[in-house]
């Protein structure tokens, strides 16, 4: 099975409003305010999963602040999944200090969303390295059973819109401060992975995978091979994070590194069914 962990998609009618829609948040305009700009439904996606032999696709909008405008988003994942529920894993998007949370993840929770991301700390104003500020966000994920999905992003390296302040220390807090979380950081967590050479990380990383999304912007090919010398290959996920790049960008990674056909496929989807119980 070929599982994307990491894909955008948007309504069609918000598509169509997007110079609108763009004032509605603030991160959310510093992402796309750009002619070049590119957005997703998911007949969209459908359509480039074929294309690249993807099976699966965990689909969410973009994080905002506006608890209304994240409920829109989670709407229309709601309605993808139950048109396409045997190609599509839906994850909801909320800002974690709203009054509405918790009522929200309940709802999206019993229409069939199997867990909630992928949460950008900058976009919802939140320290995640502050438990007082994340701790009833991450309680209720716990209670409800849906895995995080948060960005986190390289603290050195070259500026990029919506480059936030959340790199592996951040993280690293966020790990443990909340063990009973399964998390999948995003952006390969700033690097995180690489510090499960030492032992006591490794030990309080066990429920932390990462996923590969932005990877060909950020590093060599070479990361891959990194991350099987850190002995974290098989909690690594494909994530595209399209319709910014499509998987097929990622396999010209592989092909640029000594990866074996096994690794390639853990990455490719056997890591994600394992987390996903598929």
Known sequence: ?????????????????????????????????????KFATAEDVLENMEKTGIDKSVVFGFSCLDPGMAREANDYIIETVKRYPDRFIGFAIVPPKDAGMEKELIRCHEAGLKGVGEVIPSSVQIDISDQDQVGAFTAVCRELGLPILMHTNEMVGHYYPGKGEMGPEQAYRFAINNPDNRIIFAHWGGGLFSYELMPEVKESLRHVYYDTAASPFLFYPAVYETARLAGVLPKVLLGSDYPLLPPSRYYKEWAATNLNEEEKNGVWGENAARFFGL
């Open 1 to 37: 099975m070929k599982i994307d962990v990491h894909v955008h998609i948007l309504a069609p009618d918000f598509i169509k409003d997007i110079r609108k829609n763009l004032d509605r948040d603030a991160h959310f305009k510093l992402l796309h305010d750009n002619p070049k700009a």
